[in-house]
């Protein structure tokens, strides 16, 4: 289709009234969906998808209609333009799809119930009701659903229930919205509530499978997130309610319905007593997230999804601006810098990676751009420039204008942009366009050339790239005042480079802060100033500095072997940071030999090397004195011991396994996923395996099954690994949103990676079926080219995915996942000798 097609150009909806009667017996959906609205044409459109329309009336009367499931539409004929009220009488399937109106299974004391929920990003609300299914369209919504339904149930949406007349469940009309964002949910659930200091309702809602303490941290977290969004922002909450509900199947992470959040479990009720800190920060910033949605999204929202930016790179940003806020003790913009930012950094460096702003039409591509690297890491890392080039001042004020004209509408980039503008008084478009339209990101080369500090930019490329020229204004934020605020040329001097060390006192450094998306390249004289100093600089500046090193190993701009000795330096550092980078870089020399050789007994030497110092001063438990950077390295650093195979960590984890073989799910969350994986790894039997499955099938801790997940997919027995593949389509063992983390972790098991390759290809067609609507379903393919490093599995990757290359949604995740492993493959093959060499000379 050259021309687009948008069904809002032929017909304007202003209000819905929509009647749903569900029936989980007999899995059917029946309705009517009432559409007031302004027709531009005679012949208009509204979408459907997977239903059977009984009868198409405007005003009163039959009208003619077909149906197309191409575009996922029903064609009418009005005969006429103007106000008119259409209404749409269908049935539709209720499939376990994680889309649309969907069943979510759980047991409950051995009973299997199950709650109905909503997913209607990006294009399902048109199979829960025929509508006008594109962000632009928005309406008020009358809302009235009947179901097959129990004493003490509970039903839920995104407006209080304003009546229940014979089970006919009537909700209070909503504001003016996007079809996608609407949502309901119904089942036997139970909820904490509160209110803000603004009177807003504030909810949690899970089945009743939780402890109701597990509610708690979640209730808190949204209810302060609301009240720190409505200053912030300078504009209030808009609803009378705000409810997360927790689904047990859940396809994505979670979803911002306006004032019906839903989130998968893991990612909002927990264990207040027994989760990981970095468990706790992550859930927070996962609510912060959708919270603030609810204004930058909900409120106002992109006019279409090639702006779907706007909204995921911003939420992405705010997420950690409130957190950061409302628990500052956490420095959750440390998250930021070893989550989001290197893999931003890591995929935008591949050639053919789409801009942050891409077209798109197809339904299945507007899923495709959901990229987490690109769309949301590398996305907020472009706002977080923003917000350090014009400060909080200045992003307040703009986003208090923004929301005043657009609210109950939509908006593009370039509204923002002006807004932003107009209260910092910078032209804010023209730095972020070079950023928003062009995929990549610049390394900036820093050199002393004959005595002049000489800066550059050029494209950065990890693999094969092709130069095409592109050039980007770059925020420097340089130590030394005589650089330029903005690199917007190829090359820049600053000066003499003798006369500005000595003024400064101290090493020329770029992008102090690491809040610019580019890496810098320093020649040796300068690199080695850096170094000399290292030990005076805070964590983020050490951090930058191993990650950027890495990745101009990455790219074989200087070589990996060069890495190793400057590990040793940074082994004992007591910030988490500084370790995550360490061991993130670590992790990768795995690659360069090959499992069970000598090269391989040397790698686990060193990490041996590496972590002694960590694992004699942190130990085993968590103690009170504790500060939150040494919690959060302990398991990094026992995590390394064990990979060693150091015989006292190996004994001392299968101490406390044995000590707590009873009562697995109350060890530490913060060590317990090692303990078990250490005795499936060196103590495994079919028994336990047997025992750790029954007890994943068992709890309710969604972070106590991702520690058995991990742990049991560690077994090196031939034989568990055909059992493991064997309950991959068991959906009551493992669910199709948790069939990823299986998936992947037998691929990475150096014993797995065989069967669940070929598990794969063999139920590629089951696997489409399955999950192959869901918006996460190329994240499959993304796991398996994080794992694959020789030329033949490259050649079997080809083989499998490049006939597959012209699916909707998987050809750029195809081409580039290609690319990923071609240049490992050339890596390896160049690097093997330096890195082997190098880790040899570290131990010796
Ligand atoms: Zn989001």
């Known amino acids: 289709m050259t021309k687009s097609t948008h069904f809002y150009q032929m017909f304007q909806p202003n209000h819905y009234d929509i009647a749903l009667n569900i029936n989980r017996e007999t899995k059917e959906i029946s309705g009517t969906s009432t559409i007031t609205g302004d027709a531009l044409e005679n012949k208009i459109s509204?979408?459907?998808?997977?239903?059977?329309?009984?009868?198409?009336?405007?005003?009163?009367q039959a009208v003619p209609f077909t149906f197309d499931d191409q575009s996922e539409g029903i064609h009418i004929d009005l005969g006429k333009t103007g106000e008119t009220t259409v209404a749409i009488a269908f049935t539709a399937p209720l499939t376990d799809s994680m889309m649309g109106i969907y069943p979510s299974y759980y047991e409950l004391n051995g009973e299997k119930k199950?709650?109905?929920?909503?997913?209607f990003e990006t294009t399902a609300a048109r199979q829960a009701f025929p509508c006008v299914d594109e962000p632009e369209a928005k309406a008020t919504f009358d809302l009235a659903i009947s179901f097959d339904e129990h004493e003490g149930e509970t039903i839920i949406s995104n407006m209080p229930e304003v009546k229940n007349e014979n089970g006919v469940h009537t909700f209070d009309t909503t504001v003016r919205m996007s079809t996608y964002l609407i949502a309901f949910a119904f089942g036997d659930l139970q909820s904490k509530l509160t209110t803000t200091k603004s009177g807003v309702q504030v909810g949690v809602f899970a089945t009743k499978a939780h402890q109701a303490n597990e509610l708690d941290f979640a209730l808190d977290i949204a209810k302060r997130s609301i009240e720190f969004y409505e200053d912030f922002y300078q504009t209030p909450y808009p609803l009378p309610h705000s409810w997360q509900l927790a689904l047990p199947d859940f396809s994505a992470g979670a979803m911002e319905n306006w004032g019906l959040v839903t989130y998968r479990e893991a990612y909002l009720v927990l264990d207040p007593d027994n989760t990981t800190p970095d468990m706790k920060m992550l859930v927070a910033t996962v609510i912060s997230h959708e919270l603030a949605h609810q204004w930058f999204g909900d409120l106002v929202t992109m006019k279409w999804w090639d702006n779907l930016w706007l909204n995921e790179s911003f939420a992405n940003m705010m997420e950690y601006v409130a957190i950061d806020a409302i628990e500052p003790d956490w420095h959750v913009w440390?998250?930021?810098?070893?989550s989001d930012v290197p893999m931003a950094l890591q995929r935008d460096a591949t050639d053919g990676v789409q801009p942050v702003h891409v077209q798109v039409e197809d339904p299945a591509e507007i899923d495709a751009i959901f990229d987490s690297a690109i769309v949301y890491a590398k996305g907020a890392r472009m706002l977080v420039m923003v917000r350090t080039l014009i400060g909080d001042d200045a992003l307040r004020k703009g986003l208090k204008a923004y929301f005043a004209a657009h609210h109950y509408g939509n908006a593009t980039g370039d509204d923002l942009w002006a807004a932003l503008g107009d209260a910092s008084g910078m032209d804010v478009g023209a730095i972020m366009n070079s950023w928003l339209e062009q995929p990549g990101y610049p390394v900036v080369s820093a050199?002393?050339?004959?005595?002049?500090?000489?800066l550059s930019q050029k494209q950065f490329f990890i693999g094969e790239g092709k130069e095409v020229g592109r050039q980007w204004q770059v925020p420097l934020n340089s130590n030394y005042d005589a650089a330029p605020v903005l690199l917007k040329d190829h090359e820049v001097v600053v000066g003499d480079y003798a006369q500005l060390r000595q003024a400064s006192g101290k090493p020329f450094r770029l992008n102090v802060g690491n809040n610019s998306h580019f890496i810098v390249a320093y020649d040796d004289t300068l690199l080695q100033d850096i170094l000399d100093h290292v030990d005076d600089f805070d964590s983020i500046t050490q951090h930058q500095i191993l990650q950027d090193l890495q990745l101009l190993a990455e790219g074989r701009q200087i070589s990996y072997g060069t890495l190793v000795p400057l590990l040793t330096r940074f082994a004992d550092n007591q910030s988490t940071l500084v370790a995550t980078s360490l061991y993130a870089i670590a992790g990768e020399l795995k690659k360069f030999v090959t499992p069970g050789s000598a090269e391989e007994t040397q790698v686990k030497a060193y990490f041996d090397q590496l972590s002694a110092g960590q694992v004699a001063r942190l130990g085993w438990q968590d103690r009170d004195a504790d500060s939150l950077d040494d919690q959060l390295?302990?398991?990094?650093?026992?995590?390394?011991?064990?990979?060693?195979?150091?015989?006292?960590a190996v004994a001392a984890a299968h101490d406390l396994f044995t000590a707590n073989r009873d009562h697995l799910e109350s060890l530490p969350a913060s060590t317990r996923f090692l303990i078990i994986r250490n005795e499936v790894k060196h103590f495994g039997s079919a028994t336990l395996i047997g025992d750790l499955l029954a007890a994943y099938r068992a709890t309710s801790n969604a972070s106590y099954k991702s520690d058995l997940t991990y742990a049991v997919t560690a077994t090196t027995d031939p034989e568990q690994i055909t059992r493991l593949v064997g309950i991959f389509e068991d959906t009551d063992t493992v669910k199709p949103q948790d069939l990823r983390s299986w998936f992947y972790g037998v691929l990475r098991n150096d014993r797995g990676e065989q069967a669940a390759w070929d598990w794969i290809r063999t139920d590629w067609q089951w696997l489409e079926d399955t999950v192959g609507g869901d918006m996460e379903f190329s994240t499959f393919?993304?796991?398996?080219?994080?794992?694959?490093?020789?030329?033949?599995?490259?050649a079997e990757f080809k083989a499998f995915f490049e006939p597959k290359i012209n699916t909707p949604g998987l050809t750029r995740e195809i081409q580039m996942d290609i690319k990923v492993i071609e240049s490992r493959v050339d890596l390896?093959?160049?690097?093997k000798s330096a890195v082997t060499a190098a880790v040899a000379e570290a131990v010796k």
């Open 46 to 60: 509204v979408h459907q998808k997977f239903m059977t329309i009984q009868s198409v009336t405007a005003d009163g």
């Open 114 to 119: 199950q709650i109905i929920g909503t997913q």
């Open 334 to 338: 440390e998250m930021f810098q070893t």
């Open 447 to 454: 050199k002393v050339v004959d005595g002049q500090l000489t």
């Open 633 to 648: 390295i302990r398991p990094t650093v026992l995590s390394a011991a064990l990979y060693a195979e150091n015989p006292a």
């Open 781 to 794: 393919i993304t796991f398996i080219s994080r794992i694959f490093r020789t030329p033949e599995r490259l």
């Open 828 to 831: 390896i093959e160049a690097e």
